[in-house]
């Protein structure tokens, strides 16, 4: 069975300050995919970023950047310099194709940030 | 382009009642998933779309719940004699569909999600 787990429930900071989101999943298959959403107070999921189980390779997207580490089965978040926009729930979720097509994704609980001005 | 969306955003009914919630994907995309989100919670997968048909309805939680898809676009939810329990935003989403490579299934596409509808069963 696949499991992500999200151990910061909330995490509080102050502007500007960076933060790390973490994400520890547990599945069987040796092809999976990892996601990111944020879900801003508006309620609505905002996909962030995909990664492939052979891609293992960090990415920055501005601010956000990923590390995904196969040895440790997970797949943390960083946001550098934080905003206050950035406040919202984050989601790792993950998704695999072994059922034939793209099943559905299982999510982790999600962190809280805040982010105080 | 326009995104997914839901109907109704907000509904209320009474415990026993039947419900319908309404589901339009992103034009093109073949593949509809059905979650459910409590609160404090992340979203729970109900049921997967591919085309018309459902690929994979593993995550319904009992006979109470069923989804239809018969044109390969919009999709309905259905829950019968709704119970407190049920209280939930119900999510919905599209994606492009999985490719074939030479090796098999390659790339699982990113999800895009719709508003939800906030179901409160009194």
């Known amino acids: 069975a696949q499991k992500v787990t999200q151990a910061q429930t909330e995490i509080s900071v102050v502007e500007k300050e960076d933060v790390t989101l973490d994400c520890v999943y547990e599945?069987?298959?040796?092809?999976?995919?990892l996601f990111w959403y944020k879900q801003p107070p508006s309620g609505e999921l905002v996909f962030l970023i995909r990664r492939n189980s052979f891609d293992e390779q960090n990415e920055i997207s501005g601010r956000y950047s990923w590390n995904f580490q196969k040895s440790t089965s997970s797949f943390n978040f960083t946001i550098t310099a934080s905003q206050v926009v950035d406040s919202a729930v984050y989601f790792c979720?993950?998704?695999?194709?072994?059922?034939?097509?793209?099943?559905?994704?299982?999510f982790g609980k999600g962190t809280h940030l805040i982010i105080q001005p | 382009g326009a995104g997914v969306s839901q109907t109704p955003s907000n509904k209320v009914t009474e415990k026993g009642k039947y419900v319908e919630l309404r589901c339009d994907p992103i034009?093109?995309?073949?593949?509809l998933y059905w979650y459910r989100q409590s609160l404090g919670q992340g979203p729970e997968f109900l049921i997967y779309?591919?085309?018309?048909?459902?690929?994979?309805d593993s995550g319904l939680p009992n006979d109470r719940f069923f989804a239809v898809r018969p044109e390969g676009s919009v999709s309905t939810l259905k829950i019968q004699r709704t119970e407190r329990g049920d209280s939930a935003v119900y999510l919905c989403a599209s994606s492009l569909s999985p490719f074939w490579a030479s090796g098999g299934l390659d790339t699982y596409n990113e999800q895009f999600f719709g508003p939800g509808t906030r179901l409160t069963v009194l």
């Open positions: 979720a993950l998704g695999d194709l072994s059922g034939g097509g793209a099943d559905g994704l299982t």
């Open positions: 599945t069987r298959d040796t092809t999976y995919y």
């Open positions: 034009s093109g995309h073949t593949a």
């Open positions: 779309f591919q085309g018309t048909g459902a690929a994979d």
